[in-house]
């Protein structure tokens, strides 16, 4: 079941109008948060938080959406 929803997940994250528009969104914001770091560090360590960040950003984002087709299921499930 995991593998089927993280094919759910990427078809999603690729082909749906609003994901590709909440993916972009928060690609703006991490940008902006990125920016306040510019002049602190080096560019090899801003390249390196930047990797790191989007990592994380990329598997918080993946978990609550598996979390939301889940919790779907279960509330379709009580009906």
Excluded: P, W
């Excluded at 609003?18 to 080096?42: C, F, G, H, R």
């Excluded at 279960?74 to 009906?79: N, Y």
């Amino acid at each position: 079941m995991s593998e089927l929803l993280i094919e759910i997940y990427n078809h999603l994250m690729e082909r749906d109008k609003d994901a590709i528009k909440m993916q972009n969104k928060v690609n703006t914001e991490m940008e902006q948060i990125l920016v306040s770091y510019k002049d602190n560090l080096s560019e090899e360590e801003l390249e390196k938080l930047n990797y790191l960040l989007y990592d994380v950003l990329y598997v918080a984002e993946r978990e609550a959406i598996l979390y939301g087709i889940k919790l779907i299921m279960k509330l379709l499930l009580e009906l």
